[in-house]
């Protein structure tokens, strides 16, 4: 009996059902689960397609706290530097694990950004970290499944998003960026094991 192929069997528009459903099923490959929260393989921002860098999970002690997604217009960036010269829109995506103050967090931000840079550097910025830790003084906390969202959109500036709604003006400036994502790829980065899965580093 002659086998068939399945062109033969059902026609060109089934090759062309089998080829929908290859790719489908490698955009949904590429998408990535962590505690339960759903990591997708790109996301659009200010008419960009960006693709995930990396993504990991920010452990204080024992605890989960948040999981936390890099997106670029480029391949992977290995190191920090790459990160910042990366061309284009970029976005750092934190979901939470569980419920934080919103005045704690603004505080960790600014020593985050305090313990990756030096003094005369970091005065310069003062008035910028003090209107981003204000950001949060009107929630009294965020929980389990709210995101916080960082994006940079040249020749507009660095965007604050709680929940997706942007939060005050843009940061203009691009050395406050690059502070802000010192937190998380600094020299004393919040986590040493999200920083490497941020630069899309194997994690042990």
């Given at each position: 009996m002659t086998k068939l192929s399945f062109r033969e069997l059902f026609g060109p528009l089934g090759a062309v059902l089998v080829l929908m459903l290859s790719l489908a099923g490698s955009a949904s490959a590429s998408e990535i689960e962590l505690s339960g929260i759903k990591v997708p393989a790109t996301v659009n921002v200010a008419g960009s397609q960006l693709v995930r860098n990396g993504a990991g999970i920010r452990y204080k002690a024992i605890f989960k706290v948040y999981v936390a997604s890099l997106y670029l217009t480029t391949?992977?960036?290995?190191?920090?530097a790459k990160v910042v010269a990366a061309p284009g829109p970029k976005r750092l995506v934190l979901t939470l694990l569980r419920t934080v103050k919103s005045d704690?967090?603004?505080?960790?931000?600014?020593?985050?950004?305090?313990?990756n840079m030096d003094y005369s550097k970091f005065s310069k910025l003062v008035p910028g970290v003090m209107?981003?830790?204000g950001?949060?003084?009107?929630?009294?906390?965020?929980?389990?499944?709210?995101?916080?969202t960082v994006d940079w959109i040249p020749g507009k500036g660095m965007l604050v998003l709680v929940?997706?709604?942007?939060?005050?003006?843009?940061?203009?400036?691009?050395?406050?960026?690059?502070?802000?994502m010192g937190i998380w790829l600094g020299k004393s980065p919040a986590d040493w094991r999200l920083k490497d899965a941020l630069l899309g580093k194997p994690v042990e």
């Open positions: 391949d992977k960036a290995n190191t920090p704690e967090l603004g505080k960790l931000f600014a020593h985050g950004i305090e313990d209107r981003m830790s950001i949060f003084s009107k929630y009294k906390s965020l929980g389990e499944g709210e995101t916080i929940n997706g709604v942007q939060e005050g003006e843009p940061f203009k400036e691009p050395e406050f960026f690059e502070a802000m």
